[in-house]
């Protein structure tokens, strides 16, 4: 897989991941500093890669791991002798403790929430983190504590049942903390991320999402070249991104394929030929397989059957036309950072599969293709960010995310045209009346779904016998774990009174109230 020299190319702090859930968060808050990080598990770092990178300060993340089970952790003692300022948090902070000659035991007083830090020592780490009174509030989530202080350091904070809350070892540059400063509960967190990376790795702000395009674009340029790059366009915000990018880039050397599933929202396929063929002028080919989608998934209404079905017949058409092209060398991809972590794997538990996720991204495997994924160190919204200073459309950048088997999986039970017909018609009625009421970005997704039951109901003094159709809105920051959105009754009222006056085939509308978990967004 290619690498990104800008990444290679920058000044960064590592942060090495050891499975806390909120290790994204570290990387999150450096950056909206305007510096550049990156994350490594501890299982695949290795001290090569920290000696050439470019790196200037480390992290070590929290994590569930316990320090004294050893044979799980990978830390190479000789990051203690590179002259690299190192700060621990949580779990990070009981390894070097550990690492460095001191003692790491089941806590006897767990701490778990707000917890309040009070002064003992000044640091360069804490400048302007304590209130007057030489306290700060913070937000802890451990089971096990440093008992015995390793040789060198001094305690800086403590709790009332914690004697080491923040130690250092100014001499070395080792910090260690035992709250997270990348929560938001943690008051003044980021004023210790801060200090640590400017004050003690003394990195110079390097990232923005200002220079970002221009980064950007001359990177690309450079890694591509005179080749030619193909992009599976959706519509969606990640590979809309991508392509733009790479269009400002090197123009007529990108191919768009643009699949038309018939499983797509109301006029998405005309607003995607709209941007990009007609504002943009990027080649795109558009491939209308309406027919054959609707053909595969004519008898199905098994929901991983439906994935199968959709992904496969993509990666076929995506294939077939990619094949036209010549002397194609790259397949431009709209992975993003999340995509890339796997906080989850590190503790080598298995998460169980919930559903088979269709992507664009890494399924044309066979292709012998060389990957460039310039959006892969960027957060969701740093890519809506950078999509606006491409100017795309706000219509495409803060659209609401769409599964890749789209309608398919919004339908439960078998697929019809007319089925499609009245869910296109449903979803825009209710997308159109959420950006009318200025609720659009207050929801992180929101869709129509029709449901395989037929109730009865009376209009026009007649008996109706008609479909029932799900509304869902969910509020979430990534999709993991969502709740519904509340809305007032006359914004319900509108919406089911527009729906069933406009939409003959519909005499029902409910509202499903579940969050994920238990539920999931999608149906299927
Ligand atoms: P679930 O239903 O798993 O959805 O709670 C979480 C988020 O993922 C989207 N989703 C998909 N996105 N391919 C995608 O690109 C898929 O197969 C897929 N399935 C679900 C869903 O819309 C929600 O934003």
């Not at 070097?96 to 707000?114: C, T």
């Not at 992975?335 to 991204?361: C, F, M």
Request: proline share 3%.
């Amino acid at each position: 897989m290619l690498k990104m020299s800008l990444e290679e190319n920058l000044k960064k702090i590592l942060i090495i991941d050891y499975g806390s859930q909120f290790t994204q968060l570290i990387a999150r808050r450096i950056r909206e500093l305007g510096v550049y990080s990156t994350i490594i598990s501890h299982k695949k770092i290795k001290l090569i890669d920290i000696i050439s990178k470019n790196i200037v300060g480390v992290i070590l993340s929290g994590g569930p791991l316990n320090v004294y089970e050893s044979k799980k952790i990978n830390f190479d003692r000789n990051i203690l002798k590179l002259g690299i300022p190192i700060l621990g948090i949580c779990f990070g902070h009981q390894i070097i403790s550990k690492e460095l000659g001191g003692r790491v035991k089941k806590a006897k007083n767990r701490e778990f929430g707000l917890a309040k830090l009070k002064k003992i020592k000044k640091s360069k780490l804490t400048n302007n983190f304590f209130i007057k009174n030489g306290s700060s509030n913070v937000w802890m989530s451990h089971a096990d504590e440093v008992i015995k202080l390793a040789k060198g350091f001094k305690v800086i904070a403590k709790t009332d049942t914690s004697k080491f809350s923040i130690v250092e070892n100014s001499s070395m540059n080792f910090y260690g903390i035992q709250f997270h400063p990348e929560v938001t509960h943690t008051e003044k967190g980021k004023v210790i991320l801060k200090n640590f990376i400017f004050s003690i790795c003394k990195i110079k702000k390097n990232w923005s999402s200002k220079n970002q395009k221009q980064i950007l674009i001359k990177e690309v340029k450079n890694i591509i070249g005179k080749s030619k790059v193909i992009c599976a366009l959706s519509g969606g915000v990640d590979s809309s991104v991508v392509a733009k990018l790479i269009h400002n880039a090197i123009g007529n050397q990108l191919t768009c394929i643009f699949v038309n599933t018939g499983l797509l929202r109301k006029n998405e396929e005309k607003q995607v030929l709209k941007t990009f063929k007609k504002k943009f002028k990027i080649n795109l080919i558009y491939v209308d397989a309406k027919k054959l989608f609707l053909n595969k998934l004519k008898e199905v209404s098994d929901p991983e059957k439906k994935r199968k079905i959709i992904g496969n017949l993509f990666i076929r058409i995506f294939e077939k036309y990619s094949k036209k092209i010549k002397n194609v060398k790259f397949l431009a991809q709209g992975t993003l950072y999340p995509d890339l972590i796997e906080s989850k794997s590190v503790t080598g538990s298995q998460t169980s599969k919930i559903k088979s996720h269709h992507n664009v991204g890494g399924l044309p495997k066979k292709m012998k293709l060389k990957l460039i994924e310039p959006l892969k160190f960027l957060f969701k919204d740093e890519v809506r960010k950078l999509g606006l200073e491409l100017r795309l459309p706000n219509e495409i950048v803060l659209r609401h995310p769409f599964p890749g088997p789209g309608l398919a999986i919004r339908m439960p039970g078998k697929i019809t045209e007319n089925k499609i017909k009245i869910l296109k018609e449903a979803d825009d009625i209710f997308i159109n009346s959420l950006i009318k009421h200025n609720l659009y970005n207050k929801i992180w997704q929101a869709y129509a779904a029709l449901l395989p039951v037929k109730t009865v109901g009376v209009m026009g003094d007649n008996r109706t016998y008609e479909y029932m159709c799900l509304l869902r809105a969910i509020t979430s920051e990534d999709g993991m774990t969502a709740d519904f959105f509340s809305f007032s009754k006359d914004f319900m009222q509108l919406v089911s009174n527009k729906i069933i006056n406009n939409i003959k085939g519909v005499n029902r509308v409910v509202y499903d109230v579940t969050s994920k978990p238990p539920s999931t967004i999608e149906l299927e």
